[in-house]
Structures are given as structure tokens and as C-alpha cells.
């Protein structure tokens, strides 16, 4: 069993940032990865980042550029720091982790709100 828990939601005007963070415990061995999903009203939940163990990361491309991802090991954390928020970026995001076991993200935070207004 993974627990995740997310901080750092809030609003912000176009243009701002905001650092999210997700810290991780339980069964920290089985994850190979962890990551950021987001959800919009009315729209389906979309794949945002991930780090692997490894320090391999990937991004959608509408955050390219402006979200980073990392993480600390030391702390079983992840961060998402995203910089010229935009209101389309407006949604709930969840931290997930991803098992070696089942090579999916099976594991979720409980949801922190991000409100962008233009």
C-alpha cells in the first residue's frame, strides 16, 4: 500500500506560479515512478508528468516548458513547480505512483484544487 498526500493548491492570476508537492509512504519500494494528473471540470483526467526512480522524466506537451518535475529521494517527495499558469490550466491535480508490479499508476493522492484566472 502507497499513501499520497498533496500540498501546495491554491489561485493564482495568469501569468503566476505555484509549487505543488506530494510525499509519499507506505510501500515505497514498489513504486518505479511518480507523477502528476490533472483534472478539469467536465473533462477527463489527463496525464500532466512523471520522474522514474531513475530520473527519467516526461511531460503532456501543453506544460512543456513551463512545469518542472522533481523529486527528493531523501524525503519520498515529488514537486511540481509550475511556472505562466494559465486559466486552461485550471483543474484538480493528483499525485500518482506507479507500480513495478502492475506498470500503471494505481496509486493516488486525494486531489489539491488549481484555480488560474485570467
Known amino acids: 500500500q502507497v499513501q499520497l498526500v498533496e500540498s501546495g493548491g491554491g489561485s493564482v492570476q495568469a501569468g503566476g506560479s505555484l509549487r505543488l508537492s506530494c510525499a509519499a509512504s507506505g510501500s515505497i519500494f514498489s513504486i518505479n515512478a511518480l507523477g502528476w494528473y490533472r483534472q478539469a471540470p467536465g473533462k477527463q483526467r489527463e496525464y500532466v508528468a512523471a520522474i522514474t526512480t531513475g530520473g527519467r522524466i516526461t511531460y503532456t506537451d501543453s506544460v512543456k516548458g513551463r512545469f518542472t518535475i522533481s523529486r527528493d529521494n531523501a524525503k519520498n517527495t515529488v514537486y511540481l513547480q509550475m511556472n505562466s499558469l494559465k486559466p486552461e490550466d485550471t483543474a484538480v491535480y493528483y499525485c500518482?505512483?506507479?507500480?513495478?508490479?502492475?506498470?500503471?499508476?494505481?496509486?493516488w493522492g486525494q486531489g489539491t484544487q488549481i484555480t488560474v484566472s485570467s
Open positions: 500518482a505512483a506507479r507500480s513495478w508490479s502492475r506498470g500503471i499508476f494505481d496509486s
